[in-house]
């Protein structure tokens, strides 16, 4: 029979500090559930993030993040600019079946907006769909196997 932390026999010291623990997760739990309703009513009242929560992939956490790593979409005139700051821009000469060293991103910038549109893209794939079969059929292309995934999505 598995006991919770709070019914586990433990010597004094051990059960006062196990109980701090389980306040303290008691109220970073109420938290954290505060936060996420924030969230949502800022998702109802904002256009650009209830446009990116359209996407395949873009879970309320992953937009939040993405739209505070950009800001307002209109300070970047084109295209390449926003993908430049996301630090997303080819290095060189990079293709998909020709690559210069380990990556073929530039890297500079927002690191942590990259880190989530990772997240997103691997969420996507993982997700059956167009986008997953268009996923998969491109990993077919590229010769690997099905089960393996490279390091990437």
């Not at 209109?74 to 293709?95: E, H, I, M, N």
């Not at 690191?111 to 990993?139: K, M």
């Amino acid at each position: 029979m598995d006991l919770s932390p709070a019914e586990a026999a433990l010597p004094p010291l051990e059960r006062f500090q196990a109980d701090q623990e389980l306040a303290l997760l008691q109220v970073l739990d109420l938290q954290v559930e505060e936060l996420d309703r924030r969230l949502a009513q800022y998702a109802v009242d904002s256009p650009p993030l209830r446009l990116l929560l359209t996407l395949p992939g873009f879970s309320l956490q992953v937009s939040v993040g993405v739209l505070a790593a950009v800001g307002d979409i209109l300070r970047f005139p084109q295209a390449k600019r926003l993908v430049s700051y996301l630090g997303l821009d080819p290095l060189g000469r990079c293709s998909a079946d020709h690559r210069l060293g380990p990556t073929c991103i530039s890297k500079r910038g927002r690191s942590h907006a990259r880190w989530l549109l990772v997240e997103a893209a691997g969420a996507t794939v993982r997700t059956p769909g167009p986008l997953q079969a268009f996923y998969g059929r491109l990993r077919v292309k590229k010769g690997h196997s099905k089960g393996d995934r490279g390091g990437r999505p």
